[in-house]
């Protein structure tokens, strides 16, 4: 009796699949990446350049004050600002607007923020601005407007302005970090499962052993249904006699399991091959027959 054999998975399936998952793991990270580091220090950045406006704009003004340009609350005076409409804002309000949003977008919209003096979330006030991280200079205690202002014209002399952040860029690079990590887990998921199988086979027999003991020969099979054979799947029409797939069509995937595409093959020929090999020799018969019947006949030459 042949040793039975096992099908193992299709290295070019493996590859393809390895591919993919790192491809999504990685959409996965430069999301994230994107979420938790690059936006929101943009987002920061943002901010930065318009407080910076904002207090330029009242140096233009004359009320640059630390009365004036404090805003004591920041969300309701966010609120009346849009309110009243962009059109009837004086440039003052507008870069005071456009502030608040660049605050409210990294979800920095508070008084520690926005008022002046203030204690900031950092020690001490940085002198130095070119080594200094845009968190910390948002953090960074403020002792009035002026010298705000002039920390801020610093900042900005040696550096550009930031692109502007939209509302939807934070949230777009979470909905990134869900996709790649969830198509990921997907695929390992698919990747697991398909390892778990086994097909295994006897080529005395040409019994195919199923998962779960389930044992196919090819007079089990009345279809080889092929519609989909250029997707590497074959659909089986078993025939009523099996003792536990009577009737059923069961689906197997060709590319993930090697040889399995073999060995169906192999069965099909061994259903298909002997009745094309009987229809040929009746047609030899058939033919042998004709041409006997032919030769008997008596020929009539022209007188």
């Not at 290295?11 to 999504?24: D, F």
């Not at 938790?36 to 009242?58: C, D, Q």
């Not at 002399?157 to 939807?168: F, G, M, R, V």
């Amino acid at each position: 009796m042949a040793e039975l054999q096992r099908t193992r998975l299709n290295p070019r399936w493996l590859v393809k699949m390895a591919i993919g998952l790192v491809v999504l793991t990685g959409l996965g990270f430069y999301g994230l990446y994107d979420a938790i580091v690059a936006y929101p220090t943009r987002g920061v950045k943002v901010a930065l350049f318009e407080e910076h406006t904002y207090l330029s704009a009242a140096v233009a003004s004359g009320a640059l004050s630390n009365r004036a340009a404090t805003v004591q609350d920041p969300v309701n005076e966010q609120s009346r600002l849009k309110d009243r409409g962009i059109a009837s804002l004086t440039e003052l309000e507008n870069a005071r607007l456009r502030w608040l949003n660049a605050l409210a977008m990294i979800g920095k919209l508070k008084p520690d923020y926005t008022t002046i003096p203030r204690p900031g979330l950092n020690k001490t006030e940085f002198t130095n601005t070119a080594e200094v991280k845009p968190i910390d200079m948002l953090k960074a205690p403020v002792s009035s407007a002026s010298s705000r202002n002039a920390q801020l014209d610093v900042l900005w002399a040696e550096s550009n302005p930031p692109s502007t952040l939209n509302a939807y860029d934070i949230p777009f690079q979470w909905l990134v970090v869900l996709l790649g990590f969830a198509g990921a887990l997907w695929m390992l998921q698919i990747l697991l499962r398909t390892a778990m199988v086994s097909y295994r086979w006897n080529s005395d027999t040409l019994c195919l052993h199923l998962p779960g003991s389930v044992q196919l020969l090819p007079t089990d099979i009345t279809e080889f249904d092929k519609r989909k054979w250029d997707k590497f799947l074959i659909f089986l029409r078993i025939g009523e006699n099996h003792d536990r797939l009577a009737g059923k069509t069961i689906r197997l995937d060709l590319l993930r399991h090697e040889p399995l595409e073999e060995w169906i093959l192999a069965m099909e020929k061994s259903v298909h091959g002997s009745q094309e090999e009987s229809d040929e020799a009746q047609s030899d018969t058939t033919a042998a027959q004709a041409e006997s019947q032919e030769s008997a006949e008596p020929t009539h030459e022209p007188t």
